[in-house]
């Protein structure tokens, strides 16, 4: 059996509740694999000769109210071929256990800290783990982002001694899913790919690109030259017949139908005429010349 050798972390972020695990790997679609979490519970990442059991049955115990440790306990406890497992866990308070089996490959190990685990096996050596740790720490920004910052500093430090194939990252929030309809804030994979943890990141920068909110002192308005620009482009996709330097009626109805296939109709208002920063320059560079 190949097992999805590979460096995860495990996290939980207290002010925003958001629980999540970033896992890459010599492995094909890593993600379908590593990565369990449940908004409200906790979160696991289960790798080695991989015992995907401990996701379900570890989200189950968490909903008990157990701690890390505990659930770490009751799996190993019951599982006859702990020794090659690798697990990281962080619980719904953010209390952390990681476990390394003694027929892991290596390097293997991991570290443990107040709302953080993290763990690798079959690493090119000892340094990728504290890299990932201070990438972690250092890192501003909300849980993804950070998560996202430790995976790439350890891949950056060597990671997998076999090579690189495939990354994921998981976010869970209540409610925090498409709609408020299930807790899966980010869903991220890169299955296989030569360089995937930098591609994910590029995922995750589009995550924020779509359901990102700008301040309204973020905002284009769009005239002079803004308007002029978003007029050309629009020319050029046949989504505007002539361009006339103003803010017209066809101008606005051009403006909608364009964003609303972008599916950015969320990040601007065609009737107030403003479109957000962060879109305006991700359109002008995907179309303008």
């Known amino acids: ?14 002010s925003a509740q958001t629980w999540g695990v970033a ?22 990442a289960t790798q080695a000769l991989a015992n995907t059991s401990y996701g379900l049955r570890g989200l189950e115990l968490f909903a008990q109210g157990l701690s890390a440790e505990t659930v770490l306990t009751h799996l190993l406890d019951a599982d006859p071929g702990k020794e090659t497992r690798q697990i990281g866990l962080v619980d719904a308070q953010g209390r952390s256990a990681t476990f390394t089996g003694k027929a892991c490959g290596t390097w293997a190990g991991g570290v443990c800290g107040p709302g953080y685990a993290m763990q690798g096996n079959i690493l090119v050596g000892e340094n990728v783990i504290p890299a990932m740790l201070a990438a972690f720490l250092q890192t501003d920004g909300d849980l993804a982002t950070r998560l996202h910052a430790g995976l790439l500093a350890g891949d950056r430090a060597g990671g997998d001694r076999r090579g690189r194939q495939s990354a994921a990252l998981l976010v869970v929030k209540e409610k925090g899913g498409y709609g408020g309809y299930t807790d899966r ?11 995937p943890v930098p591609r994910l990141g ?3 920068s589009l995550h924020y690109l779509y359901f990102g909110k700008s301040p309204a002192s973020e905002r ?4 002079e030259a803004a308007l002029l620009k978003i007029q050309q482009i629009m020319l050029q996709l046949g989504y505007l017949k002539q361009a006339s330097n103003s803010y017209d009626r066809p101008t606005q109805e051009a403006l909608r139908a364009f964003t609303g296939n972008e599916n950015f109709e969320e990040r601007c208002d065609p009737a107030a005429g403003w479109i957000d920063s962060p879109v305006f320059d991700y359109l002008i560079r995907k179309f303008g010349k």
């Not at 284009?220 to 005239?223: E, F, K, M, N, T």
């Open 220 to 223: 284009i308005q769009l005239h």
């Open 185 to 195: 804030q980010l869903d991220y994979r890169v299955d296989d790919d030569p360089d």
């Open 23 to 44: 896992v890459a790997s010599k492995f094909p679609a890593v993600g379908n694999v590593v990565p369990w979490a449940q908004a409200g519970k906790g979160a696991i």
């Open 202 to 204: 590029e995922l995750v």
């Open 1 to 14: 059996m190949i097992h999805p050798s590979t460096f995860s972390i495990v996290a939980y972020d207290a």
